[in-house]
């Protein structure tokens, strides 16, 4: 469990989370693929990263493949002064898992 923090990404995380029921007494929410992409790539690039976190990464992306929302990716890596994506600085790595997993 993890506590939304007032700011732009967790914000934009949470708001495209998804339900998923597995049985009727049981409704799973989880961050889409692609939130979970730029939340491990923050991790990693903080020094929270392993290789296991890595091919986490790359699972996700081979997973996904075309179904990933490149767009949104692209939204959260764009250097922009005074947004939060700012701070995120995954381009390099999330170029390389792309190119890694066969994109």
Not at 39 to 49: A, D, H, P
Not at 88 to 95: A, D, H, Q, R, Y
């Amino acid at each position: 469990m993890f506590i939304l923090k007032d700011e732009p990404f967790p914000r934009s995380e949470f708001q495209r989370k998804q339900t998923r029921v597995v049985r009727p007494e049981a409704v799973l929410v989880l961050p889409t693929a692609e939130d979970i992409i730029l939340q491990k790539l923050t991790w990693y690039k903080l020094g929270f990263g392993s290789e296991k976190q890595w091919r986490d990464i790359l699972g996700v992306m081979k997973l996904q493949g075309e179904k990933l929302d490149l767009a949104y990716l692209s939204h959260w890596i764009v250097t922009r002064r005074h947004n939060y994506a700012e701070t995120l600085g995954v381009l390099e790595s999330l170029n390389r898992g792309l190119t890694q997993s066969g994109f």
